[in-house]
């Protein structure tokens, strides 16, 4: 089966920029945090925090910057179309998803060869993307509750007296680094599943040709190569007027 068109529409630029800053924030986390606790690199540990503390309010920041885009800008909910809508429709319960988790999960696992023919988000995705904000906004949480800049607030203190003290308190927040780490390797395997089409689309803005989707049938309605076929015809007509003349 041909693959679906992949349209700008389908991430705009504001998606993808904090897109890039989640990756890079995410990636600089783990590194800084793998230092912090398991010191192998001499004289950086102050880097390493410091670095730590500046990409975890990146991150948080940035994930309430991605929340409050989703009421503000459109996003096409499929591929294949440049039709859009709010873009926070896409994150609820959609009528192209109807009963596709079952068939997302065989098509992950290599069970099911065709691509299930859902919306943008698959099932699967959509259940990860919207835990891993809520895990954000966990972590930097915790992570304020150990900054001993904030750690004596009442609104972050308190947390920690709930939980049993500091030490559990790093506990909890060394494993969730973990989880961090987990869901950055299925996210990225999801992603370059179906080839290159959307990390082109995500890292460059590449749009690429292929199936159209309706949105008022729910089903393919045709092919757009996104002019490749006119560009072909218009050199093939300038060759045959360089032959003629010459």
């Not at 459109?74 to 039709?83: D, V």
């Not at 972590?139 to 007296?161: I, Q, S």
């Not at 460059?204 to 309706?214: N, V």
């Amino acid at each position: 089966m041909a693959e679906i068109a992949h349209y700008k529409e389908m991430h705009p630029l504001a998606f993808r920029i904090t897109h890039w800053v989640n990756l890079v924030a995410m990636i600089l986390l783990i590194l800084s945090g793998i230092e912090i606790h398991y010191p192998v690199l001499g004289g950086v540990m102050g880097l390493a925090r410091g670095l730590h503390i500046f990409c975890g309010i990146v991150l948080v920041v940035n994930c309430i910057a991605r929340i409050v885009l989703a009421f503000v800008i459109k996003s096409s909910p499929m591929g294949g179309t440049r039709e859009t809508v709010t873009d926070f429709w896409n994150w609820l319960p959609q009528k192209y998803n109807r009963h596709q988790l079952g068939a997302w999960i065989k098509y992950y696992l290599f069970i099911k060869k065709d691509h299930p023919l859902s919306a943008k988000l698959g099932v699967p995705q959509k259940l990860s993307y919207l835990l891993i904000g809520v895990l954000i906004l966990f972590m930097g949480y915790t992570g304020f509750c150990l900054w001993d800049v904030t750690m004596n607030v009442p609104f972050f203190a308190g947390f920690t007296f709930a939980v049993g003290g500091l030490m559990k308190l790093r506990i909890i927040h060394y494993f969730m680094m973990y989880i961090f780490i987990w869901f950055t390797m299925i996210h990225g395997y999801l992603a370059l599943i179906d080839g290159m089409a959307l990390p082109r689309l995500m890292f460059f803005g590449k749009e690429t040709g292929g199936l159209t989707y309706s949105l008022e049938t729910w089903n393919i309605d045709g092919y757009d190569d996104l002019g490749a076929a006119e560009k072909i015809e218009i050199v093939n007509k300038e060759d045959e007027q360089a032959a003629a003349t010459a």
